[in-house]
T-cell receptor, first 117, second 111 residues
Framework: NAGVMQNPRHLVRRRGQEARLRCSPM?????VYWYRQLPEEGLKFMVY????????ESGMPKERFSAEFPKEGPSILRIQQVVRGDSAAYFC???????????????FGDGTRLSIL | QKEVEQNSGPLSVPEGAIASLNCTYS??????FFWYRQYSGKSPELIMF????GDKEDGRFTAQLNKASQYVSLLIRDSQPSDSATYLC???????????FGTGTRLQVFP
């Protein structure tokens, strides 16, 4: 499967626990984006990363949220001390490097549905 | 004013008709424009993208862009019940990579 891979598909956490969401980009894509979709709302940009670099984190909440995209392995979106309001669908998208991006927009993974009890 | 605005719908059209979905955006620096389809509980699926003024056709879908009016639309010809979904409009601002999404228009195609 050459698509964007996210896991887990569903994640249940209790308030105060940590949630880790993983994303592996499409083959050949080096840019990863995280978006959050609250129930009945549109997608909101959170963060944009390249390998070992955070390029734009203007959409990330100031506290409890962090993201990384290490040299090896998937991108991780980490939410510490989760609260009920964190319940949402979290989508990852990827795109190729800018030099090859003209006709290759962002493609999304299947998402992780996070539920906070 | 929201950065990307869409009528939430639902837009109801009969099978075989043309469905017209509209989107306006506020930033004249917007550079690229995208239409995604999202079925309930599923991920967004890219339908069309357009960068230049005018029309772009792909099968039953036509994207139309008018930068002077800050308006982008999606036409779906010969609508099918399987086209029933939420259609999300998204834009890229110049020199950024993040997508700004509208809240989506729910399309219902009835037999």
């Amino acid at each position: 499967n050459a698509g964007v891979m996210q896991n887990p598909r569903h994640l249940v956490r209790r308030r105060g626990q940590e949630a880790r969401l993983r994303c592996s980009p499409m083959k050949g894509h080096s840019h990863v984006y995280w978006y959050r979709q609250l129930p009945e709302e549109g997608l909101k940009f959170m963060v944009y990363l390249q390998k070992e670099n955070i390029i734009d984190e203007s959409g990330m909440p100031k506290e409890r949220f962090s993201a990384e995209f290490p040299k090896e392995g998937p991108s991780i979106l980490r939410i510490q001390q989760v609260v009920r309001g964190d319940s949402a669908a979290y989508f990852c998208a990827s795109s190729p490097p800018a030099s090859r991006r003209a006709n290759q927009p962002q493609h999304f993974g299947d998402g992780t549905r996070l539920s906070i009890l | 004013q929201k950065e990307v605005e869409q009528n939430s719908g639902p837009l109801s059209v009969p099978e075989g008709a043309i469905a017209s979905l509209n989107c306006t955006y506020s930033d004249r620096g917007s550079q690229s424009f995208f239409w995604y389809r999202q079925y309930s509980g599923k991920s967004p699926e890219l339908i069309m993208f357009i960068y230049s003024n005018g029309d772009k056709e792909d099968g039953r879908f036509t994207a139309q862009l008018n930068k002077a009016s800050q308006y982008v639309s999606l036409l779906i010809r010969d609508s099918q019940p399987s086209d029933s979904a939420t259609y999300l409009c998204a834009v890229n601002l110049y020199n950024t990579d993040k997508l700004i999404f509208g809240t989506g228009t729910r399309l219902q195609v009835f037999p």
